[in-house]
């Protein structure tokens, strides 16, 4: 059977030809491909090129733009001339992981008294829980201190109520998060969130961790000034960039500005020096120093640090972090292992249950899937309602019914679907929503699910754009991999590293024509090895899933969407095509 061409829709951003904009004429010793593709990203400037090309740390903003932290710095000053305890308060996913052990070490080692807490994802959910600010009150060497820290990260910019719950409690209240805040902030000592009112800061897509990194250096700072340590006795917080990139991929904000900054030198970090906990996971995952990519974090790295609080407990991931010695790190990161493989286990099975509801209502016509079933597992619900999106181009709802008569469940959208609009249409069906326009969660009684089905379908139905349907693949250059696979162009590839959400790994795709493959040979269970003949030699490439396509790339040409990428495989470095999609040639 001859494959026929994809249902995904090529979309060319800008012109997708190979020229500088007149504004970049500047930059004249930059390849033309590589100018275009930073002008796909909205970098024109040719200092803002400069920067981008070359991160450096002293690009960084200062800690003092950050509103809140001249006061949240003056409190962990005082607090650690007092020796009053700080109370780090996290949340359970990579970003709030990397951001408490972030804080923890770096408290340690200036000699604050420091204590943390991880929420339970079910029991105690997002964010402080009133019911356990008490026994947290009651911790040993936090009890008997009457004025203790608590100090949030990566939360906390919502939880009016218990904000205020826990300076009854006798508790002074440092929030740094990077989460928007609502109408009104909470009463605490001091807020450190770039997101907040009147902050001045230039940038404010700061992961959590990022917002941590940034209250060590004010705290630094500040010590330094008061004659604790001379400049050249001061801590060196380079060295918690690591844990900076990790939680900064992981929560997936944009990497522009200060997060390009701060995860491509944390990327030298892991690569160089990573402490124990963090050396440990590479070897679990067989990944050797030097070859850590943005793509390691985002689909190895930090599944497994999500992984411990989607099925157990969080506090097994930040030990691994916290880990101090490769013995017992090694045995913490294989413990995390396991989590992530019964992650892996169970999402399988509640997927394959969900697909199976799934599969019924695209039959019926619906636009946006809603499953419900008994036993699922709520912290697995995300990544079910991420993979159905995925596979059948709906918003996707994934419920997991508990004993209680309660439904808890994850919402992931399509394209640039707008669901938390929807899901403001049903509030009268739900007990509790919240996220943003791509995510949210939602909690409801059990016996109210096929009513917000019915009102959900209803707004959705109201309210898309087909187009947010269809398959896109964003392509930023028409051009042959002969044009591109220039050893210049690709050195200035790989300073365009690291690659993630606001900074994506540039596609492009071959012109009308089409290229010959040649020397085709399918490999592993469904895929194709091939070459292409450009500038004169040839060019190496690989299509995963592409098999069916051999007998066709052996007659005619093909046009190919692919990203140039180095294949280090068995250490013989080679740079090579990815196709990432195929059309036949009109």
Known sequence: MT??????????????????????????????????ILANRGITDPEEICKFLHPTLEQLPPPQLLMGMDRAVAILVEAREKRSPVLIHGDYDADGITATALLVKFFREIDLPVYHHLPDRISEGYGLNLESLPTLRNRPGIAEHPTPILLTVDCGIT??????????????????????????LPDAEAII????????????????????????????????????????????LKKYLDLVAIGTVADMVPLRGANRILVKIGLAVINQSPGPGLKAMLVQIGQGLGKVTSETIAFQLAPRLNAAGRTGSAEQALQVLLAEEEISAGILAQSLGQANQMRKELSEVMYQEARIQAESQINAGRLVLVVAGEGWYQGIAGLVANKLAREFRRPAVVLALDMEGMAHGSVRSVGNFDILACLRDCSASLDKYGGHRAAAGVTLSSDKVAEFQTKLAESVAGSINPVDLEPRLDIDILADPGEIMQEVICNYLQ??????????????????????LSEVRKVGADSLRFRIMGNGKGIAGIGFGMSAWASVAERAPLRLAYKVIFNNYRGSGQWEIRVEDVKITA
């Not at 800008?14 to 004249?28: D, N, T, V, W």
């Not at 218990?162 to 009104?184: S, Y």
């Not at 897509?205 to 604790?228: K, Q, T």
């Open 193 to 236: 969130n770039p997101h907040q009112p009147g902050c001045p800061f230039p940038f404010r897509d700061l992961a959590g961790v990022g917002v941590a990194f940034y209250l060590a250096a004010g705290v630094r700072a500040e010590l330094v000034r008061l004659g604790a340590w001379t400049k050249n006795e001061q801590p060196n």
């Open 159 to 184: 939880n009016l109520n218990e904000i205020a719950a826990a300076k009854a409690l006798g508790f002074r209240v440092i929030i740094t998060d990077h989460h928007q805040p609502g109408h009104e």
């Open 495 to 516: 300073q365009l590293e690291p690659y993630g959400t606001g900074n994506p790994e540039p596609i492009f795709c071959c012109h009308q024509q089409g290229v010959n």
């Open 3 to 36: 494959p026929e061409n994809t249902a995904t829709r090529w979309e060319i951003i800008g012109s997708g030809r190979i020229e500088p904009l007149p504004a970049q004429q500047a930059a004249k010793s930059i390849p033309a491909p590589i100018l275009t």
